[in-house]
């Protein structure tokens, strides 16, 4: 479970005065730190701010770019666009799960190292199939080449 460090969240509100105005920039801080909103983060944001936690939680829910749940330490983004679905990215994504033991439903990992996400086309048609991984593009992927960048991930992690 993810250790909240509060201190950070108070320099996050100080920057926003407590406004409770300010709800959304406050909430993208707090994921851009942990890559999804913790609940204890938020309990402790509504306390601050006066609001309550079902207030921030309806916030958290409808805006479709803030997540609830852990994410493992590398994101990583299946697109699954037009362009890259015709090129076959169901295979890429399929390799995917099987090497991280991951299935789909599930949102991190057992190794907390990734979350997988199937999204709308990245804007990179011309180098399908796309993957990110936090962000980095990884252009015309193949079931092999997601293995490797895999494997590669972990290896980092070792060293
Ligand atoms: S369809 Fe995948 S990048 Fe556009």
Known sequence: MTKVDFKLIDSILEKYGCDKSKIIPIMQE???????LPEAALMYV???IGETYAEL???ATFYKDFSLNEKGKYVIKVCNGTACHVRKSDDVQEALYEITGMKPGDYISADGLFTIERVACLGACGLAPVCTVNGVVHPQMTPDKMRALIMDLREAERS
């Open 30 to 36: 707090i994921q851009a730190e942990y890559k999804f």
């Open 46 to 48: 509504a306390d601050k």
């Open 57 to 59: 939680y309806g916030v």
